[in-house]
């Protein structure tokens, strides 16, 4: 074999899985299509997204944090959920006495660079860049890719982080629940004339859903979920027009609010693998699970998941057992699965309940935010899942 693990993919899943594995001896590639240099220095992509005290822990561990630079680290210290056009708020807080945020916004550019910059560092991997794998293929003999360029590559076992669409869990013949919500997500930068605390609004208007992110004291990103079909008027319209748009849907709660950046959209879709290995071969980051943006599970999942294989395949290697077998496999996919599957399906259900304007609709969104405000349990089980250290221990499936 020419490796021991081939990762195919080099995003942010991808390389924090080599970087996991950095300390075990074991020789691994991976394998992206993108070249080296957009990688070193990613494009801003519009997404600012919010990470939970373990993935803050994972990327610390990985060195990832530490490339950050604090500049690219927004504070999260509070959450507010509106429904329509009420005042009345779902808010939720770190719990007294403890002088930790909520949770951390870093935007998907930084995230990517400074992943990037650790795993250069490292040495963890081989990077074989700007290819692309075109044929997925795995015996019991070992895994098998060709390369766009005709090159193959041989491991002991295939690791795919090759995005929600990902063509080598397709090739795999691994079935997956696959939602495409209809909507679009827009994102832009906006300046506001007044500060915003450092809390996050997610509001459930009629027709469409807008989450104001915290950024610089006077700056945040805005996230409008609309009907796909929508989508392009608010890409046309004129940047004043815009400006009025945002401020009126954010009921003006920051004041005036202003364009400062490009506006970026993104089609939804979420996409849950039924398995997350086959012979050889597992999936991590957005090909295992591929959250809606609303619940910002996506890349946290996408951590805690390869950090769960990581430890699988380094466990089996202390025993000097195989790491590619399926005992290790199914290992890691009784920890992942029933934690990504609830949330997976409990995001779908909110946004069900959220995107669905009909009047009965209407009324269950009000006394669902007015029973979780008065649930203690339940506002601690959304401050546990952001401020978590550890693992969540479920076992329901
Ligand atoms: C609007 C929006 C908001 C979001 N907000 C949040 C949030 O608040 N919190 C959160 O945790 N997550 C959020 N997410 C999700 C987060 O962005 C993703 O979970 C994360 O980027 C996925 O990382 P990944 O490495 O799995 O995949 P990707 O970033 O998609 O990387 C996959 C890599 O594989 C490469 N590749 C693909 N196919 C091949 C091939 N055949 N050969 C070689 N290379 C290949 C690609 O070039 C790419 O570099 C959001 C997503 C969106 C769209």
Known sequence: MDYDIAIIGAG???????????QSGLKVAVIEKQPRALLASPPYDGREIALT??????????????QLGPENIHQLNAASVLNGHSDYQLYFDAPPGND?????????????RSVFAAFAASHAATLIDDVSVTRVQTE??????????????????????????????????????????????????????????HTALECFLYGGTLAVLPLSEYTSSIVITVNSAQVSNLLNMDEVTFSQEVSTRAGLRLGNMKQ???????????????????????LIGDAAVGMHPVTAHGFNLGLSGQDLLASEILKAREKQQP???????????????????????????????????????????????????????????????????KHPSLRLL
């Open 12 to 22: 942010p899943a991808g390389l924090s899985f080599a970087l996991s594995l950095r």
């Open 53 to 66: 005290h373990l993935s803050k822990k994972l990327m610390t561990q990985h060195g990832s944090w530490q």
């Open 100 to 112: 930790e945020p909520l949770g951390y916004l870093v935007s998907n550019q930084q995230i990517r």
């Open 140 to 197: 019991k003999s070992g895994g098998y890719l060709t390369l766009s360029d005709g090159r193959t590559v041989s491991a002991s076992l295939i690791v795919a982080a090759d995005t929600r669409f990902s063509e080598a869990r397709r090739q795999m013949g691994i079935a997956s629940d696959f939602n495409d919500y209809g909507r679009s997500a827009l994102l832009c930068v906006m300046e506001h004339e007044k500060p915003h605390n």
């Open 260 to 282: 400062c950046g490009e506006r970026y959209h993104y089609p939804l879709v979420g996409v849950h693998a039924r398995r997350f290995y086959s012979q050889r071969f597992a």
């Open 323 to 389: 790491i590619w077998s399926n005992t290790v496999l199914q290992a890691y996919q009784a920890k992942h699965m029933p934690n990504t599957r609830l949330l997976y399906h409990g995001t779908n259900t909110v946004v069900g309940l959220f995107t669905d304007d009909r009047l009965p609709a209407r009324l269950l969104r009000n006394a669902v935010l007015r029973v979780s405000n008065h649930l203690p349990p339940l506002k601690q089980a959304i401050r546990q899942k952001l401020m978590n250290k």
